[in-house]
């Protein structure tokens, strides 16, 4: 059956166009490829320049590194990146460090988008994702921990551009309210053997005492 197509087939193309199947086949591929070239230069251009212009969105070159200095932890989260007008801002060993190159590995929807704006430390050296793991306290850490932090923190000091530290959130306690009543005490009970002591000598007598007294 699919012979005596192909043999109907030859005869109709030779008796309209009065050319051999070869030739007509021929004609037909070198047609349809000058189609796809020239419609590649006209009727493709507006996909062409919409492609470079989303690329060129994407790579707009980012601001330079905001020196932020000292700030806490609950201000570092304002550089998570969820907006795109503040740099992301990421913590290692309390110092914060720029990451907004590598946002499509820290920012929305990366694979480490839930180490922005934070101090990582104790997630990155345990390579955890749990809530309980991202903070700063890496006490507790075994040695293998501890090395691959320090791994963590080589890359960023040569990848990233420190822009902080977090402070030291621990309440310092007035020295000075804290010392005056401890001295008091001290002077205190300095006294109290001063005053005791003439009435304890009075009514405690020594056995020396006590035989010179007899005599």
Not at 141 to 150: H, V, Y
């Given at each position: 059956m699919a012979l005596e197509l192909w043999e109907t087939l030859k005869e109709a193309i030779t008796a309209y166009t009065g050319l051999s199947p070869a030739t007509f086949f021929?004609?037909?591929?070198?047609?349809l490829a000058a189609y796809y070239v020239i419609s590649g230069f006209f009727g493709g251009s507006d996909n062409h320049q919409h492609v470079p212009r989303q690329?060129?969105?994407?790579?707009?070159?980012?601001p330079p590194p905001?020196?932020?200095?000292?700030?806490?932890e609950e201000e570092l989260k304002q550089y998570d990146g969820t907006d795109s007008t503040k740099p992301l801002l990421m913590a290692i060993k309390g110092q914060i460090y720029d990451v907004?190159?590598?946002?499509?590995?820290?920012?929305p929807g990366g694979p480490y988008a839930l180490f922005a704006g934070k101090d990582a430390s104790r997630a990155l050296a345990k390579m955890s994702f749990e809530d309980k793991d991202l903070t700063g306290d890496v006490s507790g850490?075994?040695?293998?921990?501890?090395?691959?932090?320090?791994d963590w923190e080589y890359k960023f000091m040569s990848k990233y551009e420190k822009v902080g530290t977090i402070k030291n959130t621990v309440p310092v306690t007035d020295g000075t309210s804290t010392s005056?009543?401890?001295?008091?005490?001290?002077?205190?009970?300095?006294?109290?053997?001063?005053?005791?002591?003439?009435?304890?000598?009075?009514?405690?007598?020594t056995p020396a005492v006590a035989e010179s007294k007899e005599e």
């Open positions: 021929t004609v037909l591929a070198l047609g690329y060129e969105e994407q790579m707009q070159p980012l905001v020196q932020l200095g000292e700030v806490t907004s190159q590598s946002r499509m590995f820290y920012g850490l075994g040695p293998f921990e501890l090395e691959a932090l320090q005056e009543p401890a001295a008091e005490a001290t002077e205190s009970d300095a006294s109290k053997p001063a005053e005791d002591g003439p009435a304890a000598t009075a009514h405690v007598e």
